[in-house]
Every structure is written in C-alpha cells, then in structure tokens.
C-alpha cells in the first residue's frame, strides 16, 4: 500500500521534469527566433528576391540608397533613399532565417532613417552577422513640365525707299530753267553775221545801229551848222 504513492511521485516528478525540459526547449527556439519586434521573423528559409521573399515591389539597386552596415555586420543603417523611390520592404538574412522590415508597420518609421536593422538570432541566441540584404520597392521618374513654345521673334520689313534711286550707269539728270533772254533778230547786210566774218558766238548787231544813228545825228548837226552861217552872211 505504501509503494504504490512512492511510485506515483516518482512519476509525478518525472513528468514534471519532462514538460521543464520541453518548456526549455521551446524557450529557447523562441529566443532564437526573436530578434527585432519591428519585423516579421521567416526561420528556416532563404530569400534573395522580393518575390521569394512574398513582399511587393521590385529589387531597387543599392546605388539609390544611402546606408551603412550590412553585408558581414551586425547591423544596417539606411539613412536615405533616391528621390522618387518608395520603399515597400526590406529583407535583412542571416543566420537560420531573415527578418521582413515594412516601412510604417510595427513601430518601423515610414521614411528613413531605418536604423539597426539586423537578422534574426541564431540557434545559440546570437546576434548572427547579416549574411545578405536587399530592398524591395518602386521608382516613378519625375515627369518635367511641359515647356513653354517660345514666342516668335517680331521681324520688322523695310520700307522701300519713296524716290527712285539714282543708276549708276546713267547720270542723273538735272532740270535747268528756260532761258528768259531772247535771241537777237538777224541782220541782213553788213549786220550780224553778214559780210562772211566768222561767228564768233558774240552778237554786235546793236553796235552797228548805234554807229548809224551817230552818224546821222552828226550829218544833222552839220546840216544847222551851214545853215546859221548862210543867214549871219
């Protein structure tokens, strides 16, 4: 009678001793696998795509990103990223499994810095060095503005001169006043040009009636002359 509740402690302890050990067990694979609340731990899986990782977007080259840390360190800083690129999810590796970052999710900030980013713990509970690590996301390219059509430019024609210009080849041609003197009347006789003298272009036909007259105007004089001694004898 007295056996029979030794026995049954024994198996008591024993059961006891063996949920310790599975509690243990379980603690410990719930160590291993936590590391960051920020993220959601993938254990026992290896991912080097967004579509193998299952998160959206595509792979965004490290080139539009500004970090520090990473591959072969404990941790990753990325401080920065190219203008028109959104970040959908981050996959840190390393050790047994990797943790999925989603900007704006489980107290993760929506824009950068992201800060201390890390894989998940190994099976010892240690910090495992990032093995790999990549981006998942978009890229829009800014649309410039439409430019403006530059005005066209005001092109001013000249004027055609009013006077007709003067030809080089022809001399221009200037208008002289009719001559008001009238041409000398031409003497018969001995006047003007007659007697077969040359012309010489002067016009003395006045000078021969003035002649004339003098001599008519001295026969006169000698005329009354005669006269008055014909009456004083």
Known sequence: MQIKPRRRVRSAVTVVALAAVALVGTAGTALATRSDD???QVVGSNATTCEGAKVPGKLIPTSELTFTGGDNELSLDITAVAKGVTVTAIVVKG???YN????GEKGLPENPPWTKLRSPLNKGDQQ???SHWFVCGEKKTPTSEPTKPSEPT???TAKPPTTAPTSPDKPSQTSEAPSTTAPAPVVDGNGGNGGGLADTGFDNAWLLWAGGLLVLAGAGVLVLLRVRRGKTD
């Open 95 to 97: 050790g047994h499994g």
């Open 128 to 130: 495992a060095a990032i």
């Open 154 to 156: 005001k092109t001013t």
């Open 100 to 103: 999925v970052y989603v900007p």
């Open 38 to 40: 920020r993220a959601t």
